[in-house]
């Protein structure tokens, strides 16, 4: 069935049979502090407010 991002971001994050580190980003229309925050509390490794711009994205990509 269909989560809740932050649901599946813990999921997805919290798994101990994760092998390999795979970074996340979350891309969000909410750019409100404490969506930001929980975000990154969940396991987040950056989290991005819509509109973004692609450049920003890449590099941010190409940090991690």
């Known amino acids: 069935?269909?989560?809740h991002g932050?649901?599946?971001l813990?999921?997805?994050k919290g798994?101990?049979?994760q092998q390999n580190y795979?970074?996340?980003i979350l891309l969000s229309g909410r750019?409100?502090?404490s969506?930001?925050?929980?975000g990154l509390e969940l396991g987040a490794d950056d989290y991005i407010t819509k509109p973004f711009s692609k450049?920003?994205?890449v590099s941010k990509i190409r940090a991690m």
């Open 1 to 3: 069935g269909k989560q």
């Open 6 to 8: 932050g649901v599946a």
């Open 10 to 12: 813990f999921d997805f």
């Open 15 to 17: 798994n101990p049979q």
């Open 22 to 24: 795979t970074p996340v």
């Open 31 to 33: 750019g409100e502090d």
């Open 35 to 38: 969506a930001q925050v929980k």
């Open 55 to 57: 450049t920003v994205l």
